[in-house]
């Protein structure tokens, strides 16, 4: 059963992995990068790794590939245009993938078997986020925060990359919009009959 | 024989999983037939209406004529759409809102400590948080497939709303992680068994917490009313600027779906509300451990039917929310999630996890 689940979503994975480089459409390419996240997320599930595979679901479905596809639909480019003349690059395309390729099966062969035979998704722990915060946060304390560290300078980086002062810019100014009290507003008068304001 | 029997009991674990998943949509979609009319009767309520009182005894039925009306519709896809992601779209939705519901207790079990759920996942909070955050992609497809421009600025502000609050939301469930030390839906509950003062959104077992806990749970409300698109958050359908954001080009079957979608996650997120923080399917008062021991049916039952009544009060504060509030800003609504709700439950968050690492007795 475990077997067939894992040949049925790998299928899924690399069917829609494939789609994402032969689709024409740039949010079709997104649509199916998405699926094969989210079947990679079933993968994960399949080993016994849910934390992971909530994560993935969580941060890259959720919220990255939200953002792609965001910007692809935004985006105005020819991309016919922009296809053109990509295939002057096939030879550099065969030998990344010949690397890929290489590193994988070299990874599968020397691997431990250990590691491809019994793999257990927590070890020492009860369930898996478990097992991942006992060494993220022990072992592997500094390298984290370092992470955490260096995605903060990208971000502020990105941000001061982007961020113009343009002073016609109309702005809300939200404390003076609620500080308006019903005297500021309007006043009322009591016009007599025939005589007006 | 003997090994008809055996393969008959390996069957047995699938069916009574095929069965109960049968019973959760039934009964989903009969309580949506209903709620959906009730939603509809406390609005016209509040405008001194009648709502809907034509079909059966006080309208009673309605839901079920407006069913065979959008059935028997004829489906018109505009021409310059994108035919396949303007279809997938609704299916998506409504799909991914009954999925979610594979994960939540709905009553205790008949042995201490378990409960009725289909799958009791180590991380349901987790599974819920992804799912819940998967129903942005139905609005972005269906709006950018409609091939119009109002269901795409709809999808557009649908997106970034969402995943603005989604964060918010994020944070006030990592302070009840916190509190409990799980992800099993089935444990949190179980953590506020005792009464009324038990749950987390009073939390008197961890004292001081009611001045955090308590913010935290109206955060949550308000921001699930963002993320399923309820007023006075409904920007992505504003009808007054967008006709009806990314529904304007759907309409019959496909039209029901998205509609089936954005109700069942109403009433998912009253039951993720109530699962965090109203104590799940306890009562506001204890039962009492012997009476549980000896009477696990009775327990089950008044479990499944506080679940539900504690489902029902939200959603009718849901509804009376759309009928009183009116509707927000798009920068209002950005600014209330990105400026005060983000930072209050991110503080909120030191607080608890502070509590839990000096004064809790985990």
Redesign the interface.
């Known amino acids: 059963m475990a077997v067939f689940a894992f040949y049925l979503i790998a299928a899924v994975v690399l069917v829609s992995a494939l789609s994402v480089i032969m689709a024409r459409?740039p949010?079709?390419s997104v649509?199916w990068l998405?699926l094969a996240f989210f079947s990679s997320a079933g993968l994960l599930v399949l080993i016994g790794a849910?934390?992971l595979a909530?994560?993935l679901?969580?941060v890259y479905?959720?919220?990255v590939a939200?953002?792609f596809?965001?910007v692809v639909?935004?985006l105005d480019v020819d991309f016919v245009e922009l296809k053109r003349g990509t295939l002057r690059y096939w030879p550099f395309a065969v030998l990344v993938g010949i690397v890929f390729a290489a590193e994988i099966v070299l990874a599968s062969v020397v691997g431990t078997s250990e590691m491809t035979t019994n793999f257990d998704a927590s070890p020492g722990a009860e369930?898996?986020?478990e097992a991942i915060g006992q060494v993220m946060y022990t072992q592997y304390l500094l390298l984290f925060q370092m992470a955490g560290v260096i995605l903060l300078v990208a971000m502020v980086g990105a941000i001061v990359l982007t961020l113009r002062h343009r002073p016609e810019t109309k702005r809300?100014n939200?404390a003076k919009q609620t500080s308006r009290r019903r005297s500021d507003a309007y006043e009322l008068k009591d016009p007599k009959p025939g005589q007006g304001i | 024989m003997s090994n008809y029997v055996e393969s008959l009991g390996q069957l047995w674990g699938p069916l009574m999983v095929l069965g109960q998943i049968g019973l959760f949509t039934l009964v989903l979609l009969l309580s949506i037939a209903f709620l959906l009319l009730l939603d509809r009767k406390v609005w016209a309520g509040v405008m001194m209406r009648k709502g809907p009182n034509v079909v059966g005894p006080f309208g009673l039925m309605q839901s079920f004529a407006d069913f065979g009306k959008f059935l028997l519709k004829e489906i018109v896809i505009p021409a310059g759409a994108?035919k396949t992601?303007f279809l997938i779209a609704p299916i998506l939705t409504c799909t991914l809102a009954f999925a979610a519901w594979a994960a939540i207790p709905v009553a205790p079990g008949t042995v201490s400590g378990t409960s009725w759920v289909i799958s009791n996942?180590?991380?349901g909070v987790?599974?819920l948080?992804?799912i819940s955050?998967?129903g942005?992609?139905g609005i972005?497809?269906g709006g950018?497939a409609s091939n119009s421009k109002y269901p795409?600025l709809g999808a557009?502000r649908s997106?970034?709303q969402m995943?603005s609050y989604?964060v918010s939301i994020?944070f006030v469930i990592v302070t009840v992680i916190l509190l409990v030390g799980s992800?099993n839906l089935t444990d949190i509950v179980n953590a506020q068994e005792g009464g009324i003062w038990t749950w987390h959104a009073f939390s008197f077992q961890h004292f001081p917490l009611i001045v955090v806990m308590f913010p935290m749970f109206v955060i949550f409300f308000v921001s699930a009313l963002a993320e399923t698109n309820r007023p006075p958050f409904d920007l992505p359908e504003a009808e007054s600027e967008l006709v009806a954001g990314y529904q304007v080009e759907y309409g019959s079957t496909p039209y029901l779906l998205f509609m089936l979608g954005e109700y069942l996650n109403i009433v998912l997120m009253c039951a993720l509300m109530t699962i965090l923080f109203l104590g799940g399917w306890h009562g506001p008062f204890s039962l009492g451990e012997e009476f549980v021991r000896d009477h696990p049916f009775i327990n089950a039952f008044s479990g499944l039917f506080w679940f539900m009544f504690k489902i029902l009060i939200l959603f009718i504060l849901f509804a009376l929310v759309k009928a009183i509030v009116p509707r927000y800003?798009y920068?209002?609504l950005m600014?209330l999630g990105w400026k005060i709700f983000l930072p209050t439950s991110l503080v909120a968050v030191l607080i608890v996890s502070g509590y839990v690492v000096y004064l809790g007795v985990q």
């Open positions: 459409n949010v079709h649509l998405i849910e934390f909530m994560l679901v969580v479905v959720g919220a939200v953002l596809l965001f639909m935004m369930t898996n986020a809300q939200i | 994108n992601v996942l180590n991380v987790l599974y948080f992804a955050s998967l942005v992609y972005i497809m950018w795409f557009l997106a970034a995943v989604e994020g992800m800003r920068d209002q600014r």
